[in-house]
């Protein structure tokens, strides 16, 4: 016998006295957000294969550019500094031959020395599907980023993300982007065409407009939790059947929790 899917729900609003909310609902008082992990990806991992291929030369010019310390072949290698918080650089690549290609690049503490361009990303593309950064503030984020994307995550990084540069990435299927302040005119501009994402953060990064009257059905989890987003829960939200976790806190939104949501079994 199937069992019914378990939601976690996560409601906190901020609001103004002269617009009272029109039925009181889980929490009035300022509240720390709760703390979500996205659902982990069901879909299985290939085993990592050893490979003595070198990254394709291309590939390599365009990694040298990053101005990263590189070994002969950087593939599966950690690149720290010795300061006290390393910069760290995490490339991981295919096992292709003759040339191996860059599959994820994910980098920690960035130093002032790095410096990502778009024309290197290009050079990485279309084999690089995964890109992190975490605690790069001063670091410049790229105008463009690659389309071949399907992983993009970027905390405490870059003095601001582009919405439009974020709606080009229309393969992702999961994308993180937490204190990190982004530009757009709503949400919906940089979900629109990304058909294929399950997994969505974008939280603490002064997002504004309502949230949207329709999401794409395949997603699992969603934090928009710690931004400026007002206006009601649209019911379709109840439609998205997968949905496992739901995190509207700190935002200004207005009205009733939607009668269908209390339908299903939730963690509140």
């Known amino acids: 016998m199937s069992s019914t899917p378990r939601l976690s729900l ?8 002269s617009q009272p909310l029109s039925t009181p609902l889980l929490s009035l008082s300022p509240t720390p957000s709760p703390t979500i992990s996205p659902v982990p990806r069901t879909s299985p991992t290939p085993p990592r294969t050893s490979s003595t291929s070198p990254l394709d030369p291309k590939q390599l010019t365009a990694f040298e550019s990053l101005n990263i310390p590189t070994l002969k072949n950087p593939c599966d290698h ?11 650089t995490v490339v991981t690549c295919d096992t292709g031959s003759p040339f191996r290609l860059v599959t994820s690049l994910s980098f920690t503490n960035c130093s002032s020395d790095l410096s990502i361009s778009s024309t290197a990303l290009k050079a990485l593309s279309p084999s690089l599907t995964s890109l992190s950064f975490h605690n790069c503030p001063s670091l ?12 993009f995550s970027a905390v405490s990084s870059f003095p601001r993300l582009s919405g439009l ?29 990304m058909h294929d994402i399950v997994s969505l953060t ?3 990064a002064n997002l504004s407009g309502n949230i949207p009257k329709s999401f794409h059905s395949n997603l ?14 649209p019911t379709s939200i109840t439609l998205l059947s997968s949905l496992k976790a739901l995190n509207l806190s700190s935002n200004l939104i207005s009205g009733e929790i939607p009668d269908s949501i209390g339908s299903r079994k939730l963690n509140v």
């Open 10 to 17: 996560y409601f906190c609003y901020r609001y103004s006295s």
């Open 78 to 88: 950690h690149h720290p500094s010795s300061s006290k918080k390393p910069p760290t």
């Open 140 to 151: 410049s984020a790229p105008p463009h980023l690659p389309d071949s994307l399907h992983s």
């Open 165 to 193: 540069s974020l709606a080009r990435l229309v393969n992702l299927t999961d994308i993180t982007v937490s204190s990190v302040p982004v530009s757009t005119s709503g949400l919906f501009v940089i979900l629109g065409n």
């Open 202 to 204: 974008i939280s603490h």
């Open 220 to 233: 699992t989890f969603i934090d928009l939790s710690d931004n400026l987003i007002k206006g009601p829960i």
